[in-house]
């Protein structure tokens, strides 16, 4: 993600954060660019541990409040899997979860239909 698109992300969260009477700190624009960087959905233990690469003071509580932020600001969105919640911004690529086939690789979209290796396999 280039820089300009970060800096946007960046000034429209610190200006969100200003409406409800919080302050722009470091930890939370560390947990905002983290996330920003990813490119499917991530658990907040996930990225506890990216940003905690970063900046070992990231504490894990500062993560799961800044994503509940990030998500009220309209940045990011929560995601069901299972038990897990997992954390999408608004700029990630895959909109949907995808199957691989474990036999030739190929990706299979839950809602398109049945890849030909996967129907053989189901026939015996």
């Known amino acids: 993600m280039s820089d300009e698109i970060l800096s946007t992300k960046d ?4 200006s969100y ?3 409800v009477g919080m302050k722009p700190t470091g930890e939370r624009t560390l947990v905002l660019r983290v996330l920003l960087k990813t490119i499917k959905p991530i658990s907040v233990l996930d990225l ?3 940003a905690k690469a970063e900046d070992v003071k990231v504490s894990y509580h500062c993560v799961v409040r800044t994503l509940k932020l990030i ?3 309209g940045l990011a ?3 069901r899997v299972g038990a897990i919640t997992q954390y999408k911004h608004e700029l990630a690529q895959c909109s949907h979860e995808r199957l691989i086939c474990k ?3 190929a990706t299979i ?4 239909g049945q890849h030909d290796h996967v129907e053989e396999v189901r026939k015996e």
Do not use: M, P
């Open 103 to 105: 036999d030739c690789g």
């Open 71 to 73: 998500v009220t600001s």
């Open 109 to 112: 979209s839950q809602e398109g």
């Open 11 to 14: 000034q429209a969260f610190r």
């Open 17 to 19: 954060l200003r409406t």
């Open 48 to 50: 506890h541990y990216l």
């Open 77 to 79: 969105t929560e995601i």
